[in-house]
């Protein structure tokens, strides 16, 4: 069992009689679901665990590379890190850069539900990134580097902005930070989120189960 199909191909490389099943992580969409007003401030948001290097390397890329391309055309943009484990390293570029970074939290929603865009930023990209269906069951655009995509299921796709390098992934979070918030919500809407719900994410084990019993 896989939770993709690029992991499933990734096994069937290293074993061609292999049967892989993908079952996709689900969400719970209901709990993530913003039911208010969406953002109108140009907040951009980047959630994940800050001590797993592909994602303090997309972090220190994002402080020197991007947002100082993105600052340049919209000064007021706020950018926020958020989740546990960020390093001394990735702290002083932040502050240096003027970004927030907040360590541990209780809960990642308020912070998706206060932002316009959500950013996954990874080089390096194995399974599926939760932070992105997260953010977009919170009703959020993200904007995501080719090794975050491909590993999406394909119903979370059509809320994604792909760009590859530092010009584009700023022109991107850029041009949705233009739309109003109804259009965003809007584009993270045009993907079919429900079907990603823990009870048909889950569907096949039970199935599976029984033949492995037999």
């Not at 502050?95 to 316009?116: K, N």
């Not at 119903?155 to 700023?170: D, H, L, N, Q, W």
Request: aromatic content about 6%; overall charge neutral; glycine content about 8%.
């Amino acid at each position: 069992m896989v939770v993709s199909q690029r992991e499933g191909d990734a096994l069937q490389s290293l074993d061609a009689s292999a049967v892989p099943v993908v079952l996709p992580n689900g969400i719970d969409i209901e709990a993530f679901r913003n039911t208010g007003l969406p953002s109108a401030a140009p907040e951009v948001v980047f959630t994940g665990v800050f001590s797993y290097q592909p994602n303090e390397e997309g972090a220190l890329w994002l402080i020197d590379h991007v947002w100082p391309r993105l600052r340049s055309s919209h000064s007021n943009a706020h950018m926020t890190l958020v989740g546990m484990g960020p390093s001394s390293n990735l702290r002083r570029r932040a502050i240096l850069a003027g970004v927030e970074v907040t360590g541990r939290v209780s809960d990642v929603r308020p912070y998706l539900w206060r932002a316009a865009v959500a950013v996954a930023p990874l080089d390096t990209a194995r399974g599926v990134q939760n932070k992105v269906l997260e953010a977009v069951a919170a009703g959020l655009p993200a904007v995501v580097t080719p090794a975050v995509f491909e590993g999406l299921p394909d119903v979370v796709r059509p809320a994604c902005r792909v760009a590859r390098g530092a010009t584009a992934f700023a022109n991107e979070i850029r041009d949705l930070l233009c739309l109003s918030g109804q259009d965003r919500r809007g584009l993270a809407s045009r993907a079919s989120i429900e079907a990603l719900t823990w009870e048909n994410s889950l569907a096949p084990l039970g199935g599976i189960l029984a033949r492995v019993r037999g």
